[in-house]
Structure formats: C-alpha cells, structure tokens
C-alpha cells in the first residue's frame, strides 16, 4: 500500500474566524464545504481538495487523546515566490527563508496566527526572478 499524497492537516484552534481568514488571505484557500460534525470547524481548499481541517476548541480544552500532541509542520508547494513574499511583508508577516541542502526548493516558513509552523516550498528557479 504505497502513499499517493497529503490529504489534510487537522489543527485544532481557539481563534477559528482569525484562522479561517489567514487560510484565505494569505494562502488564497477557500472555506468550503464541510462534514456535518457536531462541533465547530472549517475545511479550506485547495482546488477540489480540502487540504486544512481546522476544529475549534476552547483554550483550555485537552485533545481527544488527553495528550498535549505538537505538531511541527505542514508543507505546501506552490509558484509565485515573488508575490508570496509581497504579500507577506504588506501584511507584516514575518518569514525565514530555507535551503534545504541538496534539493532545488527554497521553502518560506512563516507561523499561522496560532503559532503553527508552515513552509510553503518553491523551486529554486524563482529565486532567479525574485
């Protein structure tokens, strides 16, 4: 049984509204249909695929498995570094540039307004243009 791709992320969220509109603002991601779950939440898209799930839950709130799990990252690819950097620094986002050694991306890595840590991964190419 091979993996094929990413599905989702799950990320659990005491600022829904502020976190909705950060997937959409910044990462151009569309609030989209979701299942009929008894608790609130969002599921952004990218494209036909809802690739973030986010849960709401109050600040105090402990996870299903009564654990306090982290989670380090969640990756996209995408085009445009240019105007992605643009965009960030107008909204006063700030990012770090990575390299991985021995692969051609260049990964922005900024922080969802509850502190999670996204790299959003570009060819090395666009730094020529950038």
Not at 66 to 91: I, M, Q, S, Y
């Amino acid at each position: 049984m091979p993996l094929h791709t990413l599905d989702h992320a799950n990320i659990r969220t005491a600022n829904l509204d502020t976190m909705i509109a950060f997937y959409e603002d910044v990462l151009g991601m569309t609030n989209g249909m979701r299942a009929d779950f008894p608790f609130p939440g969002a599921w952004l898209y990218l494209g036909d695929t809802a690739v973030v799930h986010l849960v709401a839950q109050d600040k105090d709130a402990t996870m299903i498995t009564g654990e306090d799990v982290a989670l380090e990252h969640v990756a996209f690819r995408a085009t445009g570094l240019k105007e992605f950097r643009t965009l960030l620094e107008a909204r006063g986002i700030d990012y770090y540039l990575g390299h991985p050694p021995g692969v051609p991306i260049v990964q922005v890595n900024i922080l969802d307004p509850d502190g999670n840590h996204l790299h959003i991964d570009f060819h090395t190419d666009e730094l020529e243009n950038d």
